[in-house]
């Protein structure tokens, strides 16, 4: 079996309906608190954050909504699949997360749950605003137009 290159980064989830759903506007890296059986999940592949968001409580940033299956071999010590997890950022991160959320109505949306080059899990989070029906319209015909294009292309030559 081949082992991994050093210097890859390995998704673990992608939540590709966001860039749909949300206009991104900035996006950063933050670490997550997991417990053992989280990071064994996270190592065999699973995870899901479609429906994950991350919201400001008490001064720090919690990722809710985030869905890592219970670790077959965990026994008693298996966390809860849904439970809040914090995430690790400096303060001065934190402070203009809450100041674009709460003043401008911006949302936090994950984008991807990968792990890094040093093996550390990391959740890619955007600061997003919602797009409203029109715009999700405009973006379903630019990407319809672009496959259509590439396939004339593919056809002549």
Do not use: C
């Amino acid at each position: 079996m081949a082992k991994q290159s050093e210097n890859s980064v390995r998704t673990v989830a992608d939540n590709r309906k966001a860039r749909f759903a949300y206009e991104i506007l900035d996006t950063l890296e933050a670490g997550l608190v997991l417990t053992g059986t989280e990071v064994k999940s996270l190592r065999e592949g699973h995870a899901n954050i479609q429906e994950s968001y991350a919201s400001v409580e008490d001064g720090e940033i919690w990722l809710i909504n985030a869905h890592i299956p219970e670790y077959l071999a965990g026994n008693r010590f298996n966390h809860d699949p849904r439970r809040r997890r914090k995430l690790l950022l400096n303060k001065r991160e934190m402070a203009r997360l809450a100041q674009s959320v709460e003043r401008e109505g911006m949302t936090m949306v994950p984008l991807k749950l990968y792990f890094n080059e040093r093996g550390l899990a990391k959740l890619q989070l955007a600061v997003a605003r919602g797009k409203k029906l029109h715009d999700k319209r405009e973006t379903m015909k630019q990407r319809d137009w672009n496959r259509e294009k590439a396939r004339l292309l593919k056809e002549r030559g």
